[in-house]
């Protein structure tokens, strides 16, 4: 899952990406309000962890203008503000969460992946896709009752075609998704078809039915 980290303070910043990506979030960050601008102009996140005062402009400006675009990732405020007025606008402008600093890392981590779970599997802690069953606390799929012994890259991008199922993917988004601007330069996405290729062998292995469909010229589709 792909994470928009945006925190002026350095120490905090690089500690939440550090802790975050240990716990298999791709993470991006930004530490101004103009940055934090353009990160979401060009790209979507599953969760965007926002702080309210930055040097360049307030937290819920960035959260209203979101909004505005249409834009439907999670939010979760993080604020030093511990007033109740500043978490009420948070919450009404379309915040999912609230966080006081200074908080631990690991509630933090929690708390993204309870919004995640909330936007895109209706709060569920597993999910059936097909003849698969993916749980998304243990970060397991079975298939027809037999465990596939998934990378990391491979369960999530198994769990991003799932989310977006019947979709065509293209493998710019792919890339973007599981690598985060790390693969902005990458100059091809070979890479990506490998991993489907490795997906639809345990797949295939376990009785399952390829539901992987390749789109010529446009990337790749699941069809559940």
């Keep these: 899952m792909k994470i928009l ?14 802790y975050l990506s240990a716990d298999d979030f791709v993470c ?20 965007i962890v926002l702080d309210i005062m930055l040097p360049d402009g307030s937290g819920l400006d960035l959260l209203k203008l ?8 999670g939010v979760i405020i993080i604020s030093a503000k511990d007033a109740l007025d500043d978490k009420l606008e948070g919450l009404q402008l379309g915040a999912d969460d609230y966080l006081t600093k200074p908080f631990h ?6 708390r993204i992946a309870a919004i995640i779970r909330r936007r895109n599997f209706n709060g569920q802690s597993s999910i059936q896709a097909g003849d698969m069953r993916i749980d998304l606390l243990g970060k397991s799929v079975t298939v027809l009752d037999q465990e596939l012994e998934l990378t990391n890259k491979e369960f999530q991008l ?26 902005d330069f990458a100059d091809n996405h070979d890479f990506i078809y490998t991993h489907i290729k490795n997906i639809r062998k345990k797949i295939l292995a ?14 790749y589709k699941m069809l559940i």
């Design 5 to 18: 980290i945006i925190e002026d303070e350095p120490y905090l910043n690089e500690s939440m990406v550090e």
């Design 28 to 47: 991006e960050s930004v530490y101004t309000f103009d940055d934090a601008y353009n990160k979401i102009g060009v790209h979507d996140y599953d969760c």
């Design 66 to 73: 979101l909004k505005k675009k249409g834009k439907t990732e």
């Design 105 to 110: 890392l690991s509630e933090l981590s929690i």
């Design 158 to 183: 198994l769990l991003f075609l799932v989310i977006n199922k019947n979709k065509v993917l293209s493998k710019n988004a792919i890339a973007q998704h599981l690598w985060g601007d790390i693969r």
């Design 206 to 219: 376990a009785g399952g039915e390829d539901c992987i469909k390749s789109m010529y010229g446009m990337g």
